[in-house]
């Protein structure tokens, strides 16, 4: 299984950034996608995550009405579109997908793992 994060980069507060993750080697229209992040010196954290079934989808509050989290099963691919950014949102981020259906955001229940891209957003 191959997760490929794509799409990050340095912007200006308030700008907008969009991430995609395209997935190889797994049933990827039966797997559900979420996006965490870490800034430096911290965890990783939950960002947003989409189900494969009904499409449901689930934010970090400090996201909400900012990110929006979609699916194109048919490119099996997701993306991450970033708006109003701040400062706070710089992060290495990384896509994650689980064999089944969930928004869980606690990081050890996902199953695969991208390498990471690097967003900066700078004040």
């Known amino acids: 299984v191959q997760l490929q994060a794509c799409g990050g980069g340095l912007v200006q507060a308030g700008g907008s950034l969009k991430l995609s993750c395209a997935a190889s080697?797994?049933?990827?229209?039966?797997?559900?996608v979420a996006w965490f992040r870490e800034a430096p010196g911290k965890e990783r954290v939950f960002v947003a995550a989409?189900?494969?079934?009904?499409?449901?989808?689930d934010y970090a509050d400090s996201v909400k009405g900012r990110f929006i989290i979609s699916r194109d099963n048919a490119k099996n691919a997701v993306s991450l579109q970033m708006n109003s950014l701040k400062s706070e949102d710089t992060a290495v981020y990384y896509c994650?997908?689980?064999?089944?259906?969930?928004?869980?955001?606690?990081?050890?229940?996902?199953?695969?793992w991208g390498q990471g891209t690097q967003v900066t957003v700078s004040s």
């Open positions: 994650a997908a689980y064999r089944g259906s969930t928004t869980n955001p606690r990081a050890d229940v996902w199953h695969y």
């Open positions: 080697g797994l049933t990827f229209s039966r797997s559900s």
């Open positions: 989409i189900r494969w079934s009904g499409g449901r989808t």
